[in-house]
């Protein structure tokens, strides 16, 4: 923590400018890193008065260090920001680390014989013709085979070169599902009015010709070739359900991201629909941690940031919350994009509508993350965040406990609990394999260390906060294997009988028997 008698100073040698600056603990790591027009202001905010949510009082204590970077402009800093944060995976700050990305239709058009493909990553400016996001693999898998049934389009993954022909063509031209550019033989002519047929299709302004398909199918079946008839039946289906029973009525094409969302103190969520061609593709959630003291607005221009550097950028971008700051945004995304982006609120009646729903549904969401069923879990978490002076609501939080035979035989169970409630599929059964019998504390150690070693392997996020069966000593222990793998997770010891909650540094906390944090911890003891 900075001394407070040297804050001034500190504050003072932090210019008045546009930049970047990152906050250090004492074991010199980047825990937070932030952007602003004016360095100065921005840090010194964090500060000033009397901070409410418990996640900036926890930074505020964590930081031993404020660095800085100046930058020409805000445009840099925002770069600069995204570019560090990408680098350092501060934990204060919004990650999206689960790499969710929806699968896009891919129109090689940069290719003398484009192709039809599926990709989850956006490439900017490359020539091609990208539709999407679609909401999963599966939808993606039956449009691309809808349409090169209807277009008979190229779609093996490597491209075609017209100097290199291989030595003989793919089944899907001798099954009649390609025009084979691989042949010596095919229509260059006739490949390329079937590209333009798909550029049409994927911007909404064409229309499946149902009709001619309708008439394919009438004679086949006169001509009792019953399967085929019944293969393009299902074709025909496929293309009325995907391109025209579920487009939307707007009075103009429509091509747009609708971004509803909710904020508490420490969570934000946001929920995503993709409108292509005037059709609602999908949508997805985003569900983050919310940074310390910022405003819904700048959280939304925080997970924008990081949401368009995979995924399309559309022409318009809706929300009822503009970001902030949202020029700063715009003109980013712009110049990312190749084009020019709008961000702001809809003026069409139906828009409006549907960004209303999508405000509903992230709120909706944000409220089941802060409540189980029954009793308010949540309450619970929450109360859990403030008595232990958290970084954030524990969602996820882990629990072992230590057993053993007469001294002999020992094992250790670890049980996890996600939104408060057991994750049955998540226990795990330890040998204790160098500990003596009857230790605990080692015990502890040797289970914390395989525990978040194996995380840190395995790539997957620690819990929210490690509570280990005990007091001081065994807490103690565990922060100790923590700090040696340099990982950041709160532990606290639970003693048995008393039910206290003790830190490794001796702090002691005994929750009222009424308080739901106390009957989330007991239930969570008792299971390990």
């Known amino acids: 923590m900075i001394d407070p008698a ?79 944060i990408k680098r350092h995976k501060p934990r204060f700050n919004v990650l999206l680390k689960d790499g969710k990305t929806h699968p896009y239709l891919l129109l090689t058009l940069s290719e003398p014989f484009p192709r039809l493909l599926k990709t989850r990553k956006v490439k900017f400016k490359d020539g091609n013709k990208y539709y999407g996001p679609l909401p999963d693999s599966k939808s993606l898998r039956f449009i691309i085979e809808l349409l090169s049934k209807t277009f008979k389009l190229c779609t093996c993954k490597t491209p075609i070169n017209p100097r290199k022909l291989p030595r003989r063509p793919c089944l899907r031209f001798h099954v009649g599902l390609c025009l084979g550019p691989c042949t010596s033989t095919f229509s260059k002519v006739e490949y390329q009015i079937s590209v333009e047929k798909v550029v049409s299709f994927l911007s909404g302004t064409q229309t499946p010709n149902i009709g001619s398909l309708q008439d394919e199918m009438e004679k086949l079946a006169g001509e009792f070739r019953f399967e085929e008839a019944a293969e393009l039946r299902d074709t025909m289906e496929g293309l009325k359900n995907f391109f025209i029973t579920q487009r939307m009525e707007f009075l103009k094409p429509v091509e747009c991201d609708l971004w509803g969302v909710a904020q508490s103190p420490d969570r934000f969520v946001a929920s995503v ?89 992230a709120m909706e969401i944000l409220t089941n993350l802060k409540s189980g069923d029954g009793e308010r ?40 609990a996600i939104n408060g409630l ?15 019998g009857n230790n605990d504390v080692s015990a502890i150690r040797e289970i914390t260390r395989r525990r978040f070693s194996r995380l840190r392997l395995e790539g997957e996020s620690f819990p929210d906060l490690f509570i280990v069966d005990g007091g001081i000593g065994q807490a103690t222990g565990a922060q100790q294997e923590l700090d040696s793998l340099k990982v950041d997770c709160p532990v606290w010891g639970l003693a048995k009988r008393e039910e206290i909650l003790f830190s490794p540094t001796g702090t002691s906390i005994k929750l009222p028997f009424s308080n739901p944090a106390r009957k989330i911890l007991i239930k969570l003891r008792n299971e390990a």
Do not use: W
């Open 6 to 84: 040297q804050l001034p100073s500190v504050l003072s040698k932090i210019p008045l400018k546009p930049g970047v600056y990152l906050m250090i603990d004492s074991l010199d790591k980047v825990i937070y890193v932030g952007k602003s027009g004016v360095l100065r202001k921005r840090v010194k905010s964090y500060f000033s008065g009397k901070t409410r949510d418990s996640k900036t009082n926890f930074l505020k204590k964590a930081v031993s260090e404020i660095r800085f970077i100046v930058t020409a402009n805000e445009i840099e800093a925002l770069v600069l920001e995204n570019n560090l």
């Open 273 to 361: 629909f993709f409108i292509r061609g005037s059709k609602l593709l999908g949508n997805r959630t985003i569900e983050t941690d919310a940074e310390p003291a910022a405003s819904l607005g700048q959280m939304l221009s925080t997970l924008m940031t990081r949401f368009y550097e995979d995924n399309l950028i559309p022409l318009k971008i809706f929300s009822n919350h503009p970001p902030v700051p949202n020029a700063i945004l715009v003109e980013y995304l712009s110049k990312r994009a190749g084009k020019s982006v709008r961000c702001g609120v809809p003026r069409g009646k139906e828009l409006q509508q549907l960004l209303k729903l999508a405000d509903e549904n």
């Open 377 to 416: 879990i949540s309450d619970g978490l929450i109360n859990l965040e403030q008595a232990l002076l958290l970084p954030k609501t524990p969602m996820r939080i882990e629990c072992i406990d230590i057993s053993h035979v007469q001294g002999t035989n020992p094992v250790a169970s670890l049980v996890v």
């Open 422 to 436: 057991p994750r049955r599929s998540e226990y795990r059964l330890f040998h204790i394999k160098d500990a003596p």
